[in-house]
């Protein structure tokens, strides 16, 4: 990654600030851009907490940590395409962690608490439409739904 843990914080903590005064003055929503700065930080910072060494979202498969459904994973190996999708739906993970900050969670509280929920699995084109038609807004510990999960063993 280009920039530091700290730097990544910092950035965060300013996205969120600049986010919630734009809600609060009524000059754009979520939907209109006002969160767009410091979900890209989120995920950024994610990955660089989740995923160390990782300099891409799309190489992901390549971390020891990466998650796939057992359907990508097969249809990896075969070398076909799988998407990379965010377990919990990265705008809704953003406003908690927007919460988290404002609230007065110090750095090494927001660290513990992305490394808890920040979380990216590879899915099939088909498993990503199922689960994207299910819940695409929510944070919910059962979105997977009945996709199973392989990890690598450690």
């Known amino acids: ?14 996205a969120a600030a600049f986010r919630n005064e734009m809600l609060a003055k009524g000059i754009l929503n979520d939907n209109g851009g006002a969160i767009h700065a410091a979900e890209r930080i989120l995920n950024l910072l994610g990955q660089c907490l989740t995923y160390p060494g990782v300099s891409h979202i799309r190489k992901v498969k390549d971390h020891p940590a990466a998650e796939f459904s ?3 994973k097969k249809a990896y190996d075969r070398g076909e395409r799988v998407f990379v999708e965010h377990v919990a739906p990265h705008r809704a993970l953003t406003r908690e962690a927007v919460e988290i900050v404002t609230k007065g969670a110090t750095d090494k509280q927001l660290i513990e608490w992305i490394k808890k929920n ?33 990890r690598r063993r450690k």
């Open 118 to 150: 920040y979380r990216l699995i590879h899915l099939t084109a088909d498993e990503t439409a199922q689960l994207n038609a299910r819940n695409r807004t929510r944070i919910d510990s059962k979105r997977l739904g009945g996709i199973l999960v392989w």
């Open 70 to 72: 057992i359907a990508a």
């Open 1 to 14: 990654m280009k920039f530091t843990t700290r730097e990544y914080i910092a950035g965060f903590r300013k």
